[in-house]
């Protein structure tokens, strides 16, 4: 499995450009439809937008404050969803709302969590219910002076693998998937789109080729703007950039449930278990105008997540706490409101071409949670142009991995260790939480620990490595460490610098 698409002039159905999770969404259902699809990516898989979230899968609680019912329907049916596709990446997680009563009544979080278990068909996941944070193990990280709260339950999700795995779904299908690939030019051409590529990797030798294409979709993200340029198509619709970042700190606290903490702003900040050893804290919100592919957090930002939780622990942190941090562009649809955190995270599927001519479908906004719908959605849009598609098919489909036994990814960790009985238990575990049964592939063939080759650091062996770069379109040690895994955390820098040597970086 590679990142090239070959050489010569190739014809396809669907091209994609954009291969973070939509773009990577449309490509799996549409190969599984029976259409030839071409999926390219400029750089990584997930590598920018997709990867930069708060890990979650949800419905989006704080969106009935802004009346977005049926963005918030939509996603409480997919989290159900989500969770059975690919229940080793997406887990169960539950949240406990601190309530704050000079921020929002306790009436008022009771109403707004009635509503939203009302609006989800749970068969998965508890309903909500308060608990008493002055005698509840809940409240024991907390500051004195918080008593109530409430309990609800979203989803975890291995954001970065989410996207990887569509994409090797679709790869299955019969797709082309083109990493490290951009697309520099479009135009029609009798009744087709001629699209210029150019390898952007370190071994690209910098040639521009052809391919042309039925239907065009634009899942750029946050350029979306730059491909409808090239395209030299206008639209009477916007695209706004929002900012969001997150640091990673020590482990806070004790307990596998998130915190939703509200802020004077009326934002919420959450803090989340993370790889056993963390706490994720997020997000911001804040506009954003400068390359989508150069933002990072700022000084400010870290400030505002260390004091939003330092307002609720016991335990307090600063900027030399954070171990890591990342930040993302949101690519959403302009709606004229003032307050970045209350633009609308619906999706907009926007077609343009007549009769005869051919179609260019861009994406514009959405989220995680409902990518799967809304590649349903794209694909409905673009039936008029090509009939021939099968039906849908995707709801009911296990994600590579996903077809975990009874008992889920623990249960596989134990069988793993039991027919391979040297394979250490963390390992087994993390094998099994993130290749699913995959993991056979990785460890076919291997009859002692000897067989997984070197150890690069932190459990990261030879033979792991080369099925990421295989099967996962690995390219770089930034791929492996913090998209494919996120093992950087626990990579020394002399570590990451022998990987990249080994992965032939310069």
């Known amino acids: 499995m590679t990142g090239t698409i070959g050489t010569g002039t190739d014809s396809f159905d669907l091209l994609i450009i954009g291969g973070g999770i939509n773009g990577a969404g449309i490509a799996c259902d549409a190969a599984g439809r029976g259409l030839s699809v071409l999926l390219c990516e400029q750089g990584d898989l997930g590598g920018a937008t997709s990867s930069a979230s708060s890990k979650l899968i949800h419905g989006g609680l704080r969106y009935l404050e802004h009346y977005a019912f049926r963005l918030v329907r939509e996603a409480l049916a997919e989290r159900e969803v989500l969770l059975n596709k690919a229940p080793h990446i997406i887990r169960p997680l539950s949240f406990v709302l601190v309530n704050e009563t000079r921020l929002r009544p306790a009436w008022m979080i009771r109403l707004g969590l009635l509503l939203y278990d009302s609006l989800s068909r749970r068969r998965i996941l508890a309903p909500s219910r308060g608990v008493d944070l002055a005698s509840g193990p809940e409240g024991a990280p907390l500051v004195e002076g918080f008593t109530k709260g409430f309990i609800y339950a979203d989803a975890w999700v291995e954001d970065a693998r989410l996207v990887v795995l569509n994409a090797r779904a679709a790869s299955e299908c019969g797709a082309h998937v083109a990493t490290r690939t951009r697309c520099t030019g479009a135009a029609r051409d009798d009744g087709f789109w001629r699209v210029t ?29 730059e491909v409808l340029a090239q395209a030299k198509v206008r639209r009477g619709w916007r695209q706004r950039l929002v900012k969001g970042s997150h640091i990673v700190v020590p482990r806070m606290y004790d307990g596998p449930h998130a915190y939703v903490l509200q802020r004077p702003d009326k934002r919420i900040v959450f803090a989340i278990p993370f790889e056993g050893d963390y706490t994720l804290i997020g997000t911001t919100d804040i506009p954003y105008s400068g390359d ?16 939003a939780v330092n307002e609720y622990f016991r335990a307090q942190i600063s900027a030399a706490d954070v171990v890591w941090s990342f930040a993302g562009v949101r690519p959403l649809l302009d709606d004229d409101d003032p307050d970045p955190a209350a633009i609308t995270r619906d999706y907009m599927l926007d077609v343009q071409g007549d009769e005869g001519e051919a179609p260019l479908l861009s994406v514009v906004g959405g989220k995680i949670t409902t990518y799967r719908v809304l590649a349903e959605a794209a694909l409905d849009l673009l039936r008029p142009w090509l009939p021939a598609m099968g039906p849908a098919w995707t709801a009911g489909a296990k994600l590579p991995g996903g077809d975990l036994p009874a008992g889920g990814s623990d249960m596989l960790a134990d069988e793993l260790m039991t027919t391979h009985p040297w394979l250490p238990p963390d390992l087994a575990r993390r094998y099994a939480r993130s290749y699913g049964t995959r993991s056979g592939e990785l460890l076919r063939g291997a009859a002692k620990m000897e067989d997984l080759g070197v150890d690069l650091g932190a459990g990261l062996h030879e033979r792991e490595l080369a099925y990421l770069m295989d099967a996962e379109w690995a390219q770089t040690a930034a791929d492996v460490l913090w998209r494919r895994t996120k093992l950087g955390l626990r990579f020394s820098a002399s570590e990451r610098q022998n990987l990249a040597r080994r992965m032939g970086e310069a």
């Open 197 to 225: 590529l150019e390898g952007t990797d370190q071994e690209g030798d910098g040639n521009a080729r052809e391919v042309t294409a039925r239907a065009l979709v634009n899942a750029a993200g946050p350029w979306v703007m």
């Open 292 to 307: 989508p592919a150069l933002v990072a957090i700022s000084p400010e930002e870290t400030e505002y997540l260390c004091a």
